[in-house]
């Protein structure tokens, strides 16, 4: 079956440690997008990436970086400048731009 | 810059009534239009898309959309809703990029959170 893996669906991280999320796909999408949900803010844009081996920043990257050396993966490092990081972290992914996104089932970051 | 309203944040209903969730969007050229659902914990579902042509959009669980260009509106509605229709819903627009040969990633509104009551 194509679709969007990541991985794991909760993660729970001391303050000051850095994380990375997992987004795999399967779907030959050239593009890939991180967002962030938090209650009440709809989703926000974090990074995205057009193509292997290039990436943008999105609204809110501050404290977060992403690589894109594989065309399947798209990992996400929340890293301990991010102010509050906790959320809920989407993964998505779509053949271009404009076309229809596809999201992965997320992962609920706690950090204490 | 593409923006999109989604007018009401929470929509309460009972179950087997009709319901509209309200989004609106800032452009004037030609957009495409995305409704998702989200239920809790869960990613995004697409539930229809309008590109062109036909300005009634049918989409999946009995959800339908009008797209009005002069009104920039692409409301969603369903004729009679279930309690399983609970859940967070979300317009999106793209925009053609400059140039018009592509288009720009979405843009997403607030969300709108529906909820059907017994």
């Known amino acids: ?112 | 810059a593409q923006s999109v309203t989604q007018l009401d944040s929470q929509v309460p209903v009972f179950e087997e009534a009709p319901v509209e969730l309200r989004c609106n969007y800032s452009s004037s050229v030609s957009v495409y239009l995305f409704w998702y659902v989200q239920y809790p914990n869960q990613g995004l579902q697409l539930l229809l898309k309008y590109l062109s042509g036909s300005t009634l959009v049918k989409g999946i669980n009995g959800f339908e959309a009008e797209f009005n260009k002069s009104q920039t509106s692409f409301h969603l509605r369903k004729p009679s809703v279930h309690i399983s229709d609970t859940a967070e819903y979300f317009c999106a627009v793209s925009e053609p990029l400059i140039g018009g040969t592509s288009y720009g990633k979405l843009t997403f509104g607030q969300g709108t959170i529906l909820t059907v009551h017994p």
């Open chain 1, 1 to 112: 079956d194509g679709g969007i893996t990541q991985s794991p669906k909760y993660l729970f991280r001391k303050e000051g440690q850095n994380v990375t999320l997992s987004c795999e796909q399967n779907l030959n999408h050239d593009a890939m997008y991180w967002y962030r949900q938090d209650p009440g803010q709809g989703l926000r844009l974090i990074y995205y990436s057009q193509i292997v081996n290039d990436f943008q920043k999105g609204d809110i990257a501050e404290g977060y970086s992403v690589s894109r050396e594989k065309k399947e993966s798209f990992p996400l490092t929340v890293t301990s400048a991010q102010k509050n990081p906790t959320a809920f972290y989407l993964c998505a992914s779509s053949v271009g731009q404009g076309d229809e996104q596809y999201f992965g089932p997320g992962t609920r970051l706690t950090v204490t």
